[in-house]
């Protein structure tokens, strides 16, 4: 169990700001704040029943500088009850109204015209009414009777179920979030879960019930609905409280590990913020004063989502009869007696000023997680990084941001992120407890838990560049410089510099707050003593006692003062300067005598000291801003904004409550800058009595800023003795250099030209240099300020010359690039005929069109050419890109891109064309023999053809598939191996020819025969090369046999298998006559059978297989004479001479008969065939007809009629 007093309070402030008194005192009894349009209704007795509105905008607010509006824009008392009206409930999105009173009377009102009606009226008149809740949409309604009787209503009226729970007298009702569930709790301390339609689930057990002495009732129940966000994903949203202060705070209805929080005071309501980031618990606690007399005081306590205690809030009256959150989570309104008591909250927001950026971090309910904004206040730029894990805090300091979340590779580590303006991360440190305190110094991070504090002397660019050498004898801040130890240890130069504090025992006197700075360290214990560290170099210089409990500190420029917010809102100011005077005590004002106590103020909750003056400071009382100068206070200004920064004698403040509204659309008018009395007077003097009365009163109240104004106003009436006085005070060397040049020139209008462009005013002084006929300033003072289209218009009407010209164009086109606008950069790059950028811009903007382009108007040999072709070359574009490198002199390379980006053939080309066919040959070949020794020979055949090395394809293609084809597993896989080889060696003869051929003519007797000697040296010494065709007609017709045999087609198959007779060398022969055999067999042409076994026995190596093949004729032969059936007889169509359908060839001329492809049958009539034009292989048209493609090399054939 929490216990809310041992908890620290966290930086959240809450006061009371407005009252308003019901007429005629009448008590309240019950109220509810409509979060979207701000109406306030509060019901009381006699039937008392009010609807109120706030003037809350927001525009006007700022614009009276005040932090709590307090007019009335509506007051409009409602009748119809009689009985004192107990549940007052607002449907927000349906606009309505719903309030019950003790008698059962239940009466809905809506709005018209601006005014309150009713709408529905019930009356049930059994029960009273306990409890009264909408669903988070608005659609239904559950009404709760003490009697245990529950209606649910929909949003017009219509009563959609009831039912009687048995379970004791109802007191509260709840929904959950998404509507499915409700919550019935009982006086005597139930909580049963029943869905949308009445059916019960489950009971929701109270662990805070547990080791409870004596009797208790439920007080409150709420459930966040997570409409605006969660701080993280497993934040708690379910909360019950018990009336003896016990608090459970769960994540879901089933959770077994609940928060509980003891508050320590007797509870009456509860109600979670509508952002979810607090939970507010009304009641009261019962004090004895000193002469024994009890009075109980009503408070209102906040709690974090965790249970953590964030702030009491103590309420005049005799007790909080009900109370209610305004939208935002910045008020609540509380019913006290007859009165309404409003209270102004003002938020710990995770936020942080560096510069002139605003770091804000933010959760929505459209996202998980945290959102970090880095918002540019002065250029309106922004940022938005999304975290991956829950942010625990962060800080500023300087140009640098560092914020703390858990470490996404271990559960028990949290990471340190430095970051710089725009969010890019620096560098990052892991450590082993989690930062709940975290401060920031232009040098260091000090983060701390209760227990454990760690330093980290980080660096940035910046101080990298500025660090002391080593060999001048000043001491060097060390790279990554860090020291951890547990605050109960004593730091000295023996300690471990990063002492293991994970797993140690719980300081009993834990750490409370820190304050840094660039030379020392204040660490706050919750005892009352203040440890103050040396820094960079980690030592305890001294340690004071206090009389307060800080909640944060703050050191000012010069380390020699202490700024302390304690948890009461009391700022204390204390002299801390170890240089001298006591170290032992620092109290806070008692007497006389405690002099380091400087000053004390009430209900702050923010502050900043001035970055540029030591005794100088800001503060927020409530909502009132006042700036000191030492002690002295100035007059309050009216504000709720946050303190940002202090310098320059300026307070720059941002409205971050207007910011949570709309973080992802930050405004310029949040951020608000308020001067100081000096700087204010001093503006007045010099608007009207110049700078001279101004001069004597800034020697009054010297400061640089005034100094400075001093110096513009100087300037502005060109009184030079004043203006060098006043850059000497405020020390501006540049200033001083400034009024020495002013004093050289001899014209008053020269003077006053400069003057302007110091003060930015440059279109003044361009005026001024035109009317004095002098464009050569005004182009010179447009080219000094970088404004190079005024310094083309000038150079245009005669300013300049050409040069200037082309360098403005130049330096347009580098602002282009450099905004990432490169189509216009590239439009400025021409005109100023900056080839060389006008690449780069191109080929940043993807216009390759224009590198082209250019590429064709550039002179050969001009090196921008090979930038150009590297740059094609680099996106795919390989053919400009090869044109580009071959103009530009570097053939080369473009031989190698073409080879790198495998455009094999268009290197060939250009390598035949250059010249280097032979370097590109033994490139070719290594490149093929690495594919070939790693299996991937097929990737060595694509290498070959697409570098139209068709021989080489052809070769590699014929002995794969004479592979293929000893394996004897795959012969379709060694046909189309085989017909790629061809195909490889008809492509080889077809470029041999074509290459011979003259253009546009025919080619001579001579070049033919050149051409057959090439193609002959070319395949000859390779049997497969000379052959292609053969192996795939061998295979082609092994398929054919086969796929014949099965299909019963036995005649057929032993012509076909006939025809592998001519392919011994390519086919075993023992399959070839096998398969010629057994085709004969079912054929029944015993004779061809007969022949088949004769040869079968001759091939028979070894005595068994001749006696197997011998046995086998015997049992065939035995039975049927080795004779063939008896045929039509058939003529040689070249001799007549007579002739077997399944010869292939005549006896006595010699005439062979081609196979037919598609049937295997000897085509002895070339009149009824037709040739492939592809391979070239003949097939009867009658055997082709309803083919698409050839059966041999699978080309398309032309379409034959049937």
């Not at 060939?908 to 070949?925: D, E």
């Not at 070959?944 to 598939?961: D, V």
């Not at 004729?1113 to 008896?1126: C, H």
Request: charged share 20%; aromatic share 8%; hydrophobic share 40%.
């Amino acid at each position: 169990i929490i216990h809310a007093a041992l908890h620290l309070a966290l930086r959240m402030y809450v006061y009371l700001s407005k009252k308003i008194a019901i007429p005629n005192g009448t008590r309240l009894a019950s109220l509810d704040w409509n979060g979207l349009s701000g109406w306030i209704c509060c019901g009381g007795e006699e039937g008392l029943l009010k609807v109120l509105k706030l003037d809350s905008s927001r525009a006007a607010e700022r614009a009276k500088a005040s932090g709590a509006p307090s007019n009335l824009s509506m007051n409009q008392t409602l009748e119809g009850h009689e009985g004192m009206v107990r549940c007052v409930c607002w449907n927000e999105n349906h606009r309505k109204l719903t309030t019950a009173d003790q008698n059962g009377l239940i009466i809905v009102w809506m709005l018209h015209k601006g005014q309150w009606y009713e709408e529905m009226i019930n009356n049930r008149n059994q029960s009273t009414v306990r409890g009264m809740k909408w669903t988070p949409d608005g659609s239904r309604i559950c009404i709760v009777y003490e009697d245990g009787m529950v209606i649910v209503g929909s949003n017009d009226g219509n009563r959609l179920w009831g039912k009687e729970i048995k379970s004791g007298d109802l007191a509260h009702v709840e929904w959950s979030p998404d509507g499915r569930n409700l919550l019935f709790c009982t006086a005597a301390c139930e909580v049963h879960v029943y869905d949308a339609h009445g059916n019960f689930v489950s009971n929701l057990p109270l662990y805070c019930l547990e080791s409870v002495a004596g009797p208790t009732a439920l007080a409150g129940v709420h459930w966040y609905d997570g409409a605006e966000g969660l701080l993280a994903i497993d934040q708690p949203v379910l909360a019950i409280g018990l009336q003896n202060g016990r608090l459970q705070l769960m994540r879901h209805e089933v959770d077994e590990e609940p928060v509980l929080v003891d508050s320590g005071m007797t509870v009456a309501e509860l109600h979670w913020s509508t952002n979810g980031s607090m939970l507010a618990v009304s009641g009261h606690r019962s004090t004895s004063s000193s002469a024994g007399e009890k009075r109980a005081i009503s408070m209102v306590q906040f709690y974090s989502p965790t249970g953590q205690h964030l702030r009491t809030l103590k309420v005049p009256g005799a007790g909080i009869s009900a109370f209610s959150w305004e939208g935002g989570s910045l008020r609540i309104a509380l019913a006290v007696d007859s009165f309404i008591y409003f209270a102004n909250l003002r938020p710990d927001y995770r936020w942080g000023f560096l510069g002139e950026t605003l770091v804000f971090a933010y959760t929505t309910a459209e996202r998980q997680g945290t959102s970090l904004l880095f918002w540019d206040t002065q250029s309106g730029e922004r940022l938005t990084k999304l975290l991956a894990k829950p942010l625990v805090t962060l800080c500023t300091a300087s140009d640098c941001c560092v914020y703390a979340t858990q470490a996404e590779d271990a559960q028990h580590q949290h990471v340190l992120r430095l970051c710089n303006a725009i969010g890019s991360p620096l560098d990052q440190k892991y450590i082993d407890f989690e930062p709940v305190f975290l401060a920031m110094s232009a040098f260091h991070v000090v983060a701390a838990s209760a227990d454990a504090v760690y330093v980290w002397q980080y660096r940035t660019l910046l101080s990298k560049l500025t660090s002391v050498d080593a060999g001048t004898g000043l001491t060097r801040r060390k790279e990554g410089r860090e020291r951890c130890w547990h605050i109960d240890d004593s730091l000295n130069a023996s300690s471990e510099p990063l002492a293991m504090v994970a797993g140690r025992e719980a300081s009993d006197d834990p750490i409370i707050a820190l304050a840094a700075s660039a030379t020392c360290l204040l660490v706050a214990r919750e005892s009352g003593a203040l440890l103050r560290y040396s820094l960079p170099h980690v030592a305890l210089e001294c340690s004071y006692k206090i009389r307060t409990k800080p909640q944060s500190m703050a050191l000012n420029c010069s380390s020699n003062r202490l700024s302390i917010i304690d948890v009461q809102g009391v700022l204390t100011l204390l002299d801390i300067d170890a240089s001298g005077g006591t170290r032992d005590v620092l109290a806070t004002p008692a007497s006389a005598e405690d002099a380091p106590v400087r000053l004390e103020r009430k209900d702050v909750w923010d502050f900043r000291w001035a970055e540029d003056d030591p005794s100088m400071f800001v503060a927020m009382e409530k909502t009132r801003l006042a700036i000191f100068n030492d002690t002295t206070p100035e007059e309050p200004v009216l504000s709720s904004a946050y303190l940002c920064s202090f310098r320059g004698l300026e307070v720059r403040a941002v409205h971050l409550d207007d910011l949570t509204t709309d973080p992802e659309t930050p405004r310029s008018d949040l951020v608000q800058t308020f001067e100081t009395q000096a700087l204010r007077e001093t503006r007045e003097r010099l608007a009207s009595s110049g700078a001279a009365e101004a001069s004597a009163y800034v020697e009054q109240h010297p400061h640089p800023r005034l100094w400075r104004s001093v110096a513009d106003a100087a300037l502005q009436k060109l009184d030079f003795p004043l203006a060098d006085k006043a850059f000497v005070h405020c020390q501006d060397y540049m200033g001083v250099q400034l009024v020495k040049r002013l004093k050289l020139l001899d014209d008053a209008k020269k003077q006053a030209a400069e003057v302007a462009a110091y003060f930015n005013r440059f279109d003044e002084a361009e005026r001024i240099y035109c009317d004095l006929d002098r464009r050569d300033l005004a182009l010179q003072l447009r080219s000094n300020i970088g404004d190079w289209a005024k310094v083309v218009k000038l150079a245009q009407q005669g300013g300049g010359d050409d040069a200037t010209l082309m360098q403005a164009w130049r330096r347009m086109g580098d602002e282009h690039a450099e905004a990432g606008r490169m189509d216009k950069a590239a439009q400025f790059y021409a005109q100023a005929q900056d080839n060389e950028a006008l690449v780069d811009a191109c080929y940043r903007n993807g216009d390759y069109e224009g590198l082209t382009k250019l590429c064709s108007d550039l002179p050969g040999g001009t090196p921008l050419l090979v930038d150009i072709g590297r740059k094609l070359g680099s996106v795919g574009m390989v053919g400009e890109a090869a044109d580009a490198l071959v103009k530009g002199g570097e053939v080369s390379e473009a031989i190698e891109l073409c080879f790198a980006q495998h455009q094999y053939q268009s290197a060939t080309a250009l390598a035949h064309k250059q010249n280097c066919y032979p370097a590109l040959q033994t490139a070719l070949k290594q490149y093929a023999t690495q594919l070939i020794e790693s299996g991937q020979t097929l990737c060595a055949v694509e290498l070959y053809r697409k570098a139209s090395q068709h021989t080489e394809a052809a070769r590699l293609l014929s002995r794969l598939a004479a592979d293929v084809g000893a394996a004897r597993n795959n012969p379709l896989r060694a046909k189309k191996l085989f017909v790629a080889a061809a195909l490889e060696v008809e492509r080889m003869r077809q470029s041999m020819l074509s290459g011979q051929a003259p253009q546009g003519g025919t080619q001579a007797a001579a070049q033919t025969l050149q051409s057959l000697v090439s193609q002959d040296n070319a395949t000859g010494g390779d049997k497969w090369l000379e052959s292609s065709w053969r192996g795939a007609e061998a295979y082609h017709f092994l398929l054919l046999a086969q796929r014949q045999l099965h299909s019963g087609r036995m005649v057929d198959a032993m012509r076909t298998a006939l025809r592998l007779r001519e392919y011994e060398s390519i086919l075993p022969a023992e399959e070839v006559y096998s398969l010629i055999a057994l085709a004969a067999f079912h054929a029944k042409h015993y004779g061809q059978c007969s022949r088949a076994f004769m040869r079968l026995q001759q091939l028979a190596a070894t005595p068994a297989q001749i006696a197997e093949t011998a046995k086998l004729a015997l049992s065939i032969f035995t039975r049927n004479p080795p004779d063939d059936p008896a045929s039509p007889p058939l003529e040689c169509p070249n001799c007549d001479a007579a002739i077997t359908d399944c010869d292939s060839s005549c006896s006595d001329c010699g005439a062979f008969f081609a196979a037919c492809v598609v049937s295997g049958k000897p085509v002895r009539e070339p009149h009824l065939a037709a040739k492939c034009r592809s391979c070239k292989h003949s097939f009867l048209e009658e055997e082709a007809r309803g083919k698409r493609h050839c059966a041999l090399c699978h080309a398309q054939l032309p379409v034959f009629a049937s």
